[in-house]
């Protein structure tokens, strides 16, 4: 009898304290993924203007036009015109696509290549390791802008050589970040026992040691992804990186700052808020699967 007076008052306690946890641990995420929505919704608008400009504007960004040369914002271009008369709006727009892709494929090389040096580096140790790391403090000795800057002036301004010059400089960070986690991770006991069992090295590393260094992985290409714009801004500013006709939000400003930015500041200012937002968002979302990635933050 006292077992059944007491059962109906426990399944609601139960329930409700399932219920406060489960509160609780949204509540967490919330903080913790407060800053990675908007961030989330800046690159979602900034992925879908790359991916489909035509839904955005109909206007050629490389059509020129000597008769509407440096019109001001008005109803038919929104962002004005430039000095050949070509829509600031449109070629802002399709800008987009160019920052976006060398950005992302410049990162996606850079982490890839420093991510297999630094798990090479880390699994195999010894002399490896050693001669490794020493090229690796060579390559981060010099500043990420210089580096980029000497390699764009050896191969030539082209998208192919932009991207390549752009993710030369990645390559040591992404190697320290990765082989930091393989260090760690090796001697752990599940892979002290594949290795107890006869497991290839090749398995091991791949299978067992790279699946687990995904959270600094990702971490590591959203942070770096918002440097690889802003230099890739750097080298069209400074007309080593995309050529013309295809527009680039860094040529833009390198174009208008030194002769228009005063009597046509439309042509700086769109361009560079442009660069600030894919900036901006890139760097909220690192900061953001940071705090949520790494154990070590979660508490704070």
Same mark, same amino acid.
């Given at each position: 009898?006292?077992?059944?007076?007491?059962?109906?008052?426990?399944?609601?306690? &139960?329930?409700?304290?399932?219920?406060? *946890?489960?509160? $609780?641990?949204?509540?967490?995420?919330?903080?913790?993924?407060?800053?990675?929505?908007?961030?989330?919704?800046?690159?979602?608008?900034?992925?879908?203007?790359?991916?489909?400009?035509?839904?955005?504007?109909?206007?050629?960004?490389?059509?020129?036009?000597?008769?509407?040369?440096?019109?001001?914002?008005?109803?038919?271009?929104?962002?004005?015109?430039?000095?050949?008369?070509?829509?600031?709006?449109?070629?802002?727009?399709?800008?987009?696509?160019?920052?976006?892709?060398?950005?992302?494929?410049?990162?996606?090389?850079?982490?890839?290549?420093?991510?297999?040096?630094?798990?090479?580096? $880390?699994?195999?140790?010894?002399?490896?390791?050693?001669?490794?790391?020493? &090229?690796?403090?060579?390559?981060?000795?010099?500043?990420?802008?210089?580096?980029?800057?000497?390699?764009?002036?050896?191969?030539?301004?082209?998208?192919?050589?932009?991207?390549?010059? %752009?993710?030369?400089?990645?390559?040591?960070?992404?190697?320290?970040?990765?082989?930091?986690?393989?260090?760690?991770?090796?001697?752990?006991?599940?892979?002290? @026992? @594949?290795? @107890?069992?006869?497991?290839?090295?090749?398995?091991?590393?791949?299978?067992?040691?790279?699946?687990?260094?995904?959270?600094?992985?990702?971490?590591?290409?959203?942070?770096?992804?918002? $440097?690889?714009?802003?230099?890739?801004?750097?080298?069209? &500013?400074?007309?080593?990186?995309?050529? *013309?006709?295809?527009?680039?939000?860094?040529?833009?400003?390198? %174009?208008?700052?030194? *002769?228009?930015?005063?009597?046509?500041?439309?042509?700086?200012?769109?361009?560079?808020?442009?660069?600030?937002?894919?900036?901006?968002?890139?760097?909220?979302?690192?900061?953001?699967?940071?705090?949520?990635?790494?154990?070590?933050?979660? $508490?704070?």
């Amino acid at each position: 009898m006292a077992t059944r007076a007491l059962a109906p008052p426990l399944a609601p306690r &139960f329930g409700r304290g399932r219920l406060v *946890e489960g509160l $609780g641990r949204l509540r967490a995420w919330r903080r913790q993924l407060g800053l990675a929505v908007p961030a989330a919704v800046v690159l979602a608008g900034l992925l879908v203007v790359a991916v489909a400009p035509a839904l955005f504007t109909a206007v050629d960004p490389a059509a020129i036009s000597l008769r509407e040369r440096l019109r001001s914002p008005s109803a038919g271009h929104p962002f004005g015109t430039d000095e050949f008369g070509r829509d600031v709006w449109s070629r802002v727009v399709h800008g987009s696509r160019i920052s976006l892709v060398v950005g992302l494929a410049s990162t996606l090389l850079g982490a890839v290549v420093g991510g297999l040096v630094g798990l090479l580096s $880390g699994y195999v140790g010894g002399k490896t390791d050693l001669l490794s790391q020493r &090229f690796m403090d060579i390559m981060q000795a010099l500043p990420v802008l210089v580096l980029a800057l000497v390699l764009a002036a050896a191969l030539g301004p082209s998208l192919t050589n932009a991207i390549i010059a %752009i993710s030369v400089p990645i390559i040591p960070r992404a190697a320290r970040v990765i082989r930091a986690s393989v260090l760690t991770i090796r001697e752990l006991t599940y892979i002290e @026992a @594949a290795s @107890a069992l006869g497991v290839r090295h090749a398995r091991i590393a791949f299978l067992h040691i790279l699946p687990n260094t995904v959270g600094p992985f990702v971490v590591l290409i959203t942070a770096q992804l918002g $440097g690889s714009i802003l230099v890739e801004a750097a080298l069209s &500013f400074l007309g080593l990186g995309i050529p *013309e006709p295809y527009p680039s939000w860094g040529r833009m400003l390198s %174009i208008a700052a030194a *002769e228009y930015a005063q009597k046509a500041p439309w042509l700086v200012i769109w361009p560079g808020l442009a660069i600030s937002l894919a900036v901006f968002g890139t760097n909220l979302l690192g900061d953001a699967l940071r705090d949520t990635l790494d154990p070590r933050l979660r $508490g704070r």
